[in-house]
């Protein structure tokens, strides 16, 4: 008997590697099992395809290219090609194509919500402080119109059924939580190193408005305070001055050390940092942007058992709060002793109980319910 050719699903993105950490190694790589996958994005940065899914890369560029105005149209060509019976748009920039690609083929569209992209705009500092309010209410205008035709939605972030006017009642929140090896991360004899040697690490976006600059003001006020402490910032920083003044501080101060930067670093390469540090960074300012967020990095290190110092966000501190995971820190002031934090460091006993839901595993099976639904 002939075997039922799979269905194909199609999963696109701007400026996201084809190998990004949600849309292939989560939403990808789940559906990969029941169905024929593509992936559209940017050239990748450490892997190629297993058998069960595709890449197809696009022209990499940057956020202020002018590439990003003739892409989309790229993707579409592509997109026409495969003929999917789901296209999953992980970017609001590729909501018009979404459109064409409907009337042209058919398909079924899913807007994957990772972000409130018009408030990052806002808050954000990314683009030029004149052009953010003019294309943050080009990005909400853009979602307003096209989510007629949007048959499903995916929301990284439970609070965006309430901040996005534009959700209909048809949305799954599948969460952005962590994608780990097998292996853990951590043994015990490795975790009990903090106590004469701290390894600080700071990973995943560089930027203002993810607190790297105030990571590292902590960093060296512990620094002060007990000379054999480090700091390890691994990520991407997307703008060029949070680059060069990143590369200064390092070069200032020996205690830091920096890997990625100017490129994104792989995945498993952030997964590898926090396996070898002490304590993970979670410092990011007051901000409309990410302050009613659940940051990845906060499941990855809950998720791997590493003690974090953690931003006063009450939100994440009632999410560490049952495991004893987190030291929490001011958002608001500068610390001027940092002995009796570096003292709580040491003496606090992390991690009393295993942390709950903290893992994609919890996720998968929404995903595979919201996908059924929609190509059965």
Same mark, same amino acid.
């Not at 069960?52 to 790229?74: C, D, E, K, M, Y």
């Not at 807007?111 to 003019?134: F, K």
């Not at 205008?141 to 901040?163: G, I, M």
């Given at each position: 008997m002939q075997e039922m050719k799979k269905r194909r699903i199609v999963l696109a993105s701007l400026l996201k590697p084809v190998d990004d950490t949600r849309m292939y190694e989560k939403l990808g790589v789940t559906l990969a099992s029941?169905?024929?996958?593509?992936?559209?994005?940017?050239?990748?940065?450490?892997?190629?395809?297993?058998?069960?899914?595709?890449?197809?890369?696009?022209?990499?560029?940057?956020?202020?290219?002018?590439?990003?105005?003739?892409?989309?149209? !790229?993707?579409?060509? !592509?997109?026409?090609?495969?003929?999917?019976?789901?296209?999953?748009?992980?970017?609001?920039?590729l909501l018009p194509i979404a459109?064409?690609?409907?009337?042209?083929?058919?398909?079924?569209?899913?807007?994957?919500?990772?972000?409130?992209?018009?408030?990052?705009?806002?808050?954000?500092?990314?683009?030029?402080?004149?052009?953010?309010? &003019?294309?943050?209410?080009?990005v909400r205008?853009?979602? &307003?119109?096209?989510? &007629?035709?949007?048959?499903?939605?995916?929301?990284?972030?439970?609070?965006?059924?309430?901040?996005l006017g534009f959700i209909r009642k048809d949305f799954t929140i599948v969460e952005n939580k962590a994608v780990l090896p097998s292996q853990r991360p951590h043994t015990e004899d490795e975790k009990t190193d903090h106590i004469n040697d701290i390894r600080l690490l700071f990973s995943g976006t560089l930027a203002v408005t993810t607190g790297v600059f105030k990571a590292i003001e902590l960093a060296r006020q512990l620094h002060d305070a007990d000379a054999s402490i480090r700091l390890h910032i691994v990520g991407y920083a997307a703008q060029q001055d949070v680059r060069i003044s990143l590369y200064k501080l390092a070069s200032e101060n020996t205690f830091i050390e920096l890997t990625g930067i100017d490129h994104i670093v792989p995945h498993a390469e952030i997964i590898e940092a926090i396996g070898r540090a002490h304590f993970g960074i979670i410092a990011y300012p007051e901000n409309k942007s990410t302050w009613s967020s659940y940051p990845t990095k906060?499941?990855?290190?809950?998720?791997?058992?590493?003690?974090?110092?953690?931003?006063?966000?009450? !939100? &994440?501190?009632?999410?560490?709060?049952p495991y004893s995971a987190a030291v929490s820190f001011p958002s608001h002031a500068v610390i001027t002793d940092a002995a009796p934090l570096l003292a709580r460091m040491r003496m606090q006993s992390f991690y009393a109980s295993k942390p709950e839901n903290v893992l994609w595993d919890s996720e998968a099976p929404r995903l595979h319910a919201a996908i059924s639904a929609i190509v059965k």
């Open positions: 029941e169905y024929e996958v593509y992936i559209i994005g940017q050239p990748p940065k450490k892997s190629t395809a297993p058998a069960n899914v595709t890449f197809i890369s696009i022209p990499a560029h940057g956020r202020l290219a002018i590439q990003r105005l003739t892409t989309p149209w !790229r993707v579409l060509r !592509r997109v026409v090609g495969i003929r999917p019976d789901v296209l999953i748009v992980c970017t609001a920039e459109l064409c690609a409907r009337l042209l083929t058919g398909t079924k569209i899913i807007y994957d919500v990772q972000e409130n992209y018009a408030q990052n705009i806002l808050h954000g500092e990314v683009w030029p402080r004149l052009m953010r309010p &003019w294309l943050a209410k080009m205008l853009t979602e &307003w119109s096209t989510s &007629w035709l949007v048959c499903h939605f995916l929301l990284a972030e439970q609070s965006y059924a309430d901040e906060l499941y990855e290190y809950l998720a791997s058992n590493l003690p974090i110092l953690l931003i006063d966000n009450p !939100r &994440w501190i009632s999410l560490c709060a």
